[in-house]
Every structure is written in C-alpha cells, then in structure tokens.
C-alpha cells in the first residue's frame, strides 16, 4: 500500500517522547518533511538525532514551544508556513493530565488540563486548517485516552476533558470534510512509554511490588496479554493520517488489545 507521505509536511506535537516520538519516527520511515514540539530543546535535539539514526531521513526538524501558550502554537505553526506553504498532516498530542478524583483536583487543575488537553487542540486546529483548506487537503489526529470511550477511575481530568477532544473531531470532520480534511481521535489504552512506566514505578513503591510484577499485573486486565508499544499505536496512527485514507473521518479508535469492553 502506498501512504503517499513522501515529503509531505507533518507536524507532531508532544513528540520528543513516548507515542509522539514514535509516530514522528514512522512518519519519517515514509520519508514525510517532520517537526517535533514540545517544550525541551535538549530531549528534541537528541530525539531528532535518534531519528534521523533510525531511519536515515534527516528532513525531521524541530520547534520549542508550549502547547499551553497560544503564541507558541500560532508562531510554530507560522514558521512551518513561511518555509514550505502547508502543513498537510497534523498529530494533536501533549502529555496527560494527572490523575484524581473529584475531590482531589483543585480549579488550577482544571484549568491546567483544560488548556493543555483541550484547548491546545483547538488552538493548533484553527491555526492548522486554514493552510489545509488551502491546500485542498489534510489529515488530522487527536491522540486522547481510552477514556473517550469508558471513564477511568481515579483519572478525572482526563474522562472531562478527552471526550470534549472526540466532540470536537466529530464536528470538524463533518464540517471539513468537504475540504479533503479528515480528522480522527486515536485513544491509547496502556503503551509501554516512559510515562507508563513512572507510573509502575511509583504503584510499585506504593505496593512493595517490583516495577515487572506492576506491569504484569497490568498485562492481566489487557485481554492480548501485554502492553502495546508505542510503534503499535504509531503504526495505526500514520495510516489514517496518510493519503491511503480517504474515507475514514470523525472516528473514535481505541489502541487498547481489547481492554475496553463498551462497544
Ligand atoms: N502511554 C499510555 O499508555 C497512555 C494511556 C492513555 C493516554 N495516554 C495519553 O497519550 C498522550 C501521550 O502519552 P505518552 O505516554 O507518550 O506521554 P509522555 O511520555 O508523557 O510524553 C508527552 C510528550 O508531550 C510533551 N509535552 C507535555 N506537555 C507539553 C506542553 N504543554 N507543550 C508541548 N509539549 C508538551 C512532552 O515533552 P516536554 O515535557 O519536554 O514538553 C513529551 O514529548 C498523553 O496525553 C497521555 O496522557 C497515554
């Protein structure tokens, strides 16, 4: 199958680690121009020489800048625009909110997940799709939760604010898709990335556990008996960010090895 990613130009942002950094590492594979974002130059610079190591691409640039700051998102996105005219694919990621219940997160919390989670993408989309309406065509990916599609216990933040990202994909793709802009929400379930393994680290000083025991534990509620990797998410995701896809737009997809039981 032909992605038809050859020197498209591809912005991916929170890509300095985890599933960002592996799904601008694919788009490199397809031989896609990449920018990374995020908020730390030194982890960008020494991601995108791991990058161009890996897959011997070496169009893959990066821009500093948080997702949180308007400014930050309008001049990125304005600097891409001045050097090739487009941005013909874009991967809406940052990192999660933290967790919590209702008593436990205050309003900075809210706000700080509101801006980061959901604001970030609206920002980044209406400075994105003028150049993809005028380019006539585009792609769009919002990289949210399995919490699109069942509430996680203990994670707040992240049931508020991931399905108001998935309202906002449905909308847009219904209202773009007129332009050739499909827009989809891709939900991570549990993938092996630093943040995931933190995680298992602090469960496991909690419980006295070791940080394998917490991860096989874990591995016992996914049905497929493992976590996912990061390049398993990135896989799927570049394939509905690409030029193979044509028809599919406003879709929720869950990355979970069935974990999630609703429909
Ligand atoms: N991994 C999983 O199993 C899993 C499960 C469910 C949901 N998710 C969600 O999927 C997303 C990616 O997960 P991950 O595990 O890859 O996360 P991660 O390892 O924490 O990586 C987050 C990335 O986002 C960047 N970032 C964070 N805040 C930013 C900001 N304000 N502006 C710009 N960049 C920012 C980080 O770099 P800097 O800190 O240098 O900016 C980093 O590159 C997160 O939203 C996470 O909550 C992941």
Known sequence: MDLNLTEKIVLITGASKGIGKAIATEFAREN???YLMSRTELKLKETREEIVKETGNTQVDY???DLKKGNDINQVVEEIKQIHGKIDVLINNAGGPPPGGFLDVDEEDWYHAFEQNLLSVVRMTKAVIPLMIDSGSGRIINVTSSSIKASIDNLILSNVMRPGVHGLTKSLAREFAKDNILINTIGPGKIKTDRTLELSKATAEKTGNTVEEVIENMSKDIP???????AEFAKTA????SGANTYVTGQALLIDGASVSAL
């Open 32 to 34: 896609a121009i990449v």
């Open 63 to 65: 821009k500093v800048g």
């Open 238 to 241: 570049v394939f509905l960010a």
């Open 224 to 230: 497929i008996g493992r976590l996912g990797l990061p």
